[in-house]
């Protein structure tokens, strides 16, 4: 369905005859039409009621400046390639992305593809982890990852589509990152944990592992929100799982160090159940 301009924009930028970004009202917008950016001019007045695809709005000041530098130093081809990327993220999730994305992610891919051009490759130590928390992020940022390559011949390994993951999580939860960063970092540190306790080696594309992150993840969100679980069975789990309790206890304080935040017997018996299960996988 089209979008009608309802107010008369000056054009400030042609990425290609598709994209082009538009000022009105303090405001940066990119628009998305077909054509829209053909043999136009900086400065040149894109109509009311001009119809586009698609719109963009960039409000947040501090983000205008930082996304116009981002422009100065990224190479236009690749400019216009990444704007279509975030376009066809957003369309083909219908949502509607934080501003941020346009700065943090095409700097990100900017800087990114030099140092992969130069043979450096930063190394993700949370991939596993953001692909198992965040399946869906990651499928759009392989999707991204693989046109990146088709175009320009550079090729995204996984630990760069990790990073790219965790930008488009990010710009799905209104530019928020912290917690993801949080929850990929505390998940690692506990399943070593585990391991160590139990002597065991957890595969990391397994579907204990993944069910077990996936728990800590939200048990870490319940502690961060001061939202804690209610578990009636905390006495049986207790006596029942004194080893998986045990460590449960210890995994606690950890979460209570790194959260600054107290960690409720409710919630760390919930931990000592799945940690129960991760015994019970590997005693079979």
Not at 184 to 197: C, R, W
Not at 248 to 266: A, F, M, P, R, Y
């Amino acid at each position: 369905m089209k979008i009608s301009l309802k107010n008369d924009m000056v054009l400030v930028k042609v990425f290609n005859n598709n994209i082009i970004l538009v000022k009105s009202s303090g405001r940066e917008k990119i628009l998305f039409e077909k054509g829209i950016g053909f043999g136009k001019k900086i400065g040149a007045m894109i109509k009311k009621g001009t119809e586009v695809e698609k719109i963009f709005i960039i409000e947040n000041e501090q983000n205008i400046q930082n996304f116009n530098k981002v422009i100065e130093r990224t190479d236009e081809k690749l400019l216009a390639l990444f704007e279509e990327i975030i376009y066809d993220i957003s369309e083909e999730i219908d949502e509607e992305l934080s501003e941020n994305i346009h700065i943090g992610l095409v700097d990100h891919l900017s800087f990114a593809i030099k140092r992969l051009e130069s043979k450096e490759e930063i190394q993700n130590p949370f991939l596993i982890e953001i692909e198992t928390l965040y399946p869906l992020d990651f499928y759009l940022a392989e999707k991204a990852a693989r046109r990146i390559e088709k175009e320009i011949g550079v090729n995204i390994p996984d630990g760069e589509i990790g990073f790219i993951a965790l930008h488009i999580h990010s710009a799905r939860n209104n530019g928020k990152l912290s917690n993801t960063v949080k929850y990929s970092y505390l998940g690692n540190l506990i399943i070593k944990y585990v391991e160590d306790e139990l002597n065991i080696q957890v595969k990391r594309r397994s579907l204990d592992y993944a069910r077990f992150l996936t728990h800590m993840r939200f048990a870490i969100e319940r502690i961060i929100t001061k939202n804690p679980i209610e578990n009636d069975l905390r006495g049986i789990i207790k006596s029942k799982y004194k080893k998986s309790y045990k460590i449960s206890e210890e995994i606690g304080k950890i979460l209570s160090k790194e959260l600054n935040t107290e960690v409720s017997e409710d919630e760390i018996a919930y931990i000592a159940m799945h940690i129960e299960r991760f015994k019970v996988s590997f005693d079979k």
